[in-house]
């Protein structure tokens, strides 16, 4: 397993400090502890690179997003830490996708994940393109067996459902899930109607993928998103989240690989994953798609950064028991 995973640099993890021992004045890179995942033995939130751009190569987009796990760490070791001294945060290392052997990187990515999962720990996937998702899938569904149904949460302008008969990219993977997998289900937010042929859309239907618009999850719109969100919750046994950050308004975030001047703004994202990711049901999350070669002074990176940390936070710091529903 140690094989898989190339070890963090600690110089990636550095900041301000205010104070040595004071914890209410630490911030991320003061409690993250850079370990292999054998050696881990307590509940916590377990961060994991995937350095792959080969899905976005294929499905022809712009190249950059294997740099995005490294920046969003160093933004992430910037923002103070506000859990308890019992939460605690590892980093383990990072995938690394080599030449053009993305099939290969997506099974190892899907090994470790698993490995976590069943050390009931929570996998934070710093990718990479968005065929990050496809091996974050693949760890998840191993974990939770064949019979369990998974609902699959994507926040996304594109449902990446295109055809993979010749080959696989970041534009496939749900579509390789859902035709491989009668046991998961998926429902994006954020589809823009423009980002979209219309075959996709009707690939969408025909597959009964569940969506909402990108015009209809503006302020004053979040309570119905949020009703459809928790319907969908509690359809499913078990729930992955994925965030692929071209769903954000490109004057936020400009540098992801296909920006889009009808995104998201920031704060709708930062509630929906908040919402998702307070659901014991939720396994694991995933951020996708940000390119520091092009980003604005550090914009995207550092919104990327501010929104795990979100994830982060949630899931540590208070979730709904979903046993009962």
């Known amino acids: 397993m140690n094989g898989l995973l190339k070890k963090v640099n600690e110089d990636i993890w550095l900041g301000r400090t205010d104070h040595l021992e004071n914890r209410t004045s630490f911030r991320y890179h003061q409690i993250v502890e850079l370990e292999q995942i054998e050696k881990l033995e307590y509940e916590t939130c377990v961060i994991i690179g995937f350095e792959s751009e080969e899905g976005v190569r294929r499905n022809k987009g712009q190249l950059g997003a294997a740099k995005a796990p490294n920046a969003l760490r160093s933004e992430l070791a910037k923002l103070p830490w506000k859990l308890s001294k019992e939460k605690r945060l590892a980093d383990i290392g990072t995938i690394e996708c080599i030449g053009n052997g993305l099939e290969k990187a997506q099974q190892q990515l899907g090994e470790v994940v698993n490995k976590v999962l069943n050390k009931k720990m929570i996998p934070i996937i710093l990718g990479g393109g968005h065929e990050t998702a496809y091996g974050h899938y693949l760890g998840v569904r191993n ?29 496939t993977m749900f579509r390789q899930i859902l035709e491989q997998d009668k046991n998961s289900n998926y429902f994006v937010l954020g589809i823009q109607r423009y980002g979209n042929t219309q075959e996709l859309f009707d690939k969408a239907d025909e597959l009964d993928v569940t969506y909402i618009y990108e015009e209809e999850m ?7 998103v949020n009703t459809a969100l928790e319907k969908f919750i509690q359809k499913h046994d078990y729930i992955m989240l994925t965030l692929c950050t071209d769903v954000l308004n490109a004057a936020f975030a400009p540098g992801v690989s296909a920006p889009s001047p009808f995104g998201l703004d920031p704060t709708i994202v930062r509630a929906i994953i908040k919402t998702v990711t307070s659901h014991e049901k939720v396994l694991s999350f995933d951020i996708s798609e940000v390119n520091p070669i092009m980003d604005e002074n550090n914009r995207t990176v550092k919104l990327g950064a501010y929104l795990t940390n979100e994830a982060i936070t949630t899931f540590l710091g208070g979730r709904k028991n979903d046993t009962s529903s």
Do not use: M, V
């Open 143 to 171: 974990h939770i067996g064949e019979e369990a149904k998974l609902g699959i949460i994507n926040i996304d302008a594109h449902f990446d459902l295109r055809p993979y008969d010749e080959q696989t990219s970041s534009g």
């Open 218 to 224: 503006h302020h004053g719109q979040f309570e119905q």
